[in-house]
């Protein structure tokens, strides 16, 4: 019976991948977007509805400015690269709320979120462009579908064979994978190949959208100031330490620059 669990394991799991369009890399995924998204829909409706949204401000009107070059710039390099109709089923949305936490996240879907306490980091357009770019890539890059997968494979293997997961387990499940439920909007730290993958790939998406890559390890440093040695602020309590982040963008960045040239883009903002 345990045998027979294990190679079942195997076998959805090696049915299981999909391609990752950003590293070529074939990853454990078992959940589509018609699974995952309208659990990410109705979670985003309940957090705006459940927090303070700004509306019509400079800077709220910044956050949807930025988001929609950084989507449409997703967007160019998916099709560009083999991937049209990749962000069909996305419903972008960009919202600022007012909160003091140091704080951004994208929901699957392009379901994104600024808290206020970032803004003093990001200073200003660019920074900003930063932010959005990693996050969007989380999304885009299926982060935390593939954490939910792996959390699923651990269930199979400790439920022994009780192979069907059930609604109410699944949205227990996205729950985990997302740090959401009791504390709703707590994104979960993403493991450090993630983040990683997401600060590349971020790079790369805001420089298509005419954003300067440069900034990326100026924000970066900002973000190490920020933390002065104490507890870190939400945003960057995640794994890779600051020095190997900010030599990593510093690395990155012309080769983002590069990959602009690609789609015409020369300049920066
Ligand atoms: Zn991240």
């Not at 227990?172 to 994104?187: D, H, P, V, W």
């Not at 190949?193 to 298509?208: K, V």
């Amino acid at each position: 019976m345990r045998k027979l669990i294990l190679v079942l394991i195997i076998f959805i799991g090696a049915t299981a991948c999909k391609t990752n369009p950003f590293t070529g890399q074939k990853v454990l995924n078992f959940y589509g977007n018609k699974q995952i998204f309208p659990m990410a829909f109705a979670q985003y409706d309940q957090f705006l509805t459940e927090n303070a949204v700004v509306t019509n401000t400079a800077e709220s009107k910044m956050i949807t400015r930025v988001g929609q070059r950084i989507s449409s710039a997703a967007e160019r390099w998916l099709t560009a690269n083999g991937y049209p109709g990749y962000l069909k089923d996305y419903k972008w949305e960009y919202n600022l709320v007012k909160d003091e936490t140091v704080n951004a996240w994208c929901m699957p879907g392009g379901k994104i979120v600024f808290y206020t306490g970032i803004l003093p980091i990001t200073q200003q357009e660019t920074g900003v462009a930063v932010v959005m770019g990693h996050e969007v890539a989380h999304a885009l890059a299926d982060h935390g579908a593939q954490r939910m997968s792996a959390g699923t494979l651990q269930q199979l293997g400790a439920v022994a064979g009780n192979v069907a997961i059930k609604d109410p387990q699944k949205r227990n499940m996205f729950n985990q994978a997302y740090g959401l439920g009791s504390t709703l909007g707590i994104m979960l730290p993403f493991s450090r190949s993630h983040e990683t993958e997401a600060d590349r790939i971020g790079l790369q998406i805001m420089a298509i959208a005419g954003y300067n890559p440069d900034e990326g390890a100026e924000l970066w440093k900002r973000m190490k100031a920020k933390s002065g040695g104490q507890a870190p602020p939400e945003f960057m309590s995640t794994h890779p330490s600051n020095d190997t982040r900010i030599s990593n963008l510093t690395q990155w960045a012309p080769l983002a620059k590069k990959e602009a040239a690609k789609f015409g883009v020369t300049s920066f903002q």
